[in-house]
């Protein structure tokens, strides 16, 4: 690990929440997106653009679970995952400080429009601009109808993909990988498990994006309330599961799918 790549996971991170949440600051108290694709496309562009720009100091992984994921697949050594994921929180932080100094006052806004109280019930409604709930609260026909255990799932499942692909676009004996298309494939990658998963989870991926927002709400007005209003099941969902889904996503790709890209010479001498 050289010293430089503190620099590029949090600048990444940052850029990551910021475009991200950034979206979702714009669409929930303008109104100026029409839907959820929409929001998913932003997400996945600033994806793109923040791997980009911090691939060459870091490996761009901006998030626990992917971190997690390289050490499983053998890429990463294990000592980095905490100093990793510890920048990781940090630029998400500072991102959210950043979007909440430029949307507050649109954000008062629609608290007192939609009559709003933080940390009162019906305040995850604005909450959900930094970080996440199961079911999605814009999304009114799935109240009360999304359980603990599917939201685990669709985390579990859409960060194993992710993770499965960003394994796939980046090992060198895949010899279709997009080379300087990666960060792009990437991005739309997140951009489909939004469409997909986002009225279900909100489809967090990544605990960095979720606590550390998490946090952040708790000192800016909506104290308890974003980590009481799915009780315990944030942490399963937003925490957990990712790094499970990216854990099995890289244990897979590893010793099941990677292996079948071995040229036939070394896989014959192997056996």
Known sequence: ????????????????????????????????????????????????????????????????????????????????????????????????????????????????????????????RSAMIFTEFFPNPSIEALQEKISMSTAIVAEIFGTFVLMFVILSLTDEKNQSKPNEMTALFIGLTVSLLICLLGPITMACLNPARDLAPRIFTFFMGWGGYSFSFNGYGWFAVYVVSPILGAGLGAWIYRYVFARQLEPPSSANSSA
């Open 1 to 124: 690990m050289q010293r430089r790549w503190w620099l590029g996971e949090f600048v990444g991170t940052f850029l990551l929440v910021f475009f991200g949440c950034g979206s979702l600051a714009a669409a929930i108290t303008t109104g100026v997106f029409s839907g959820i694709a929409q929001v998913a496309l932003v997400w996945g562009v600033g994806i793109a653009i923040a791997i980009h720009v911090t691939g060459g100091l870091s490996g761009a992984h901006l998030n626990p679970a992917v971190t997690i994921g390289f050490w499983i697949s053998g890429r990463f050594p294990m000592r980095g995952i905490l100093p990793y994921a510890i920048i990781q929180f940090l630029g998400s932080f500072f991102a959210c400080c950043v979007l909440y100094l430029i949307f507050q006052e649109a954000i008062d806004a629609f608290e007192i429009r939609e009559s709003i109280v933080r940390g009162q019930v019906g305040s995850e």
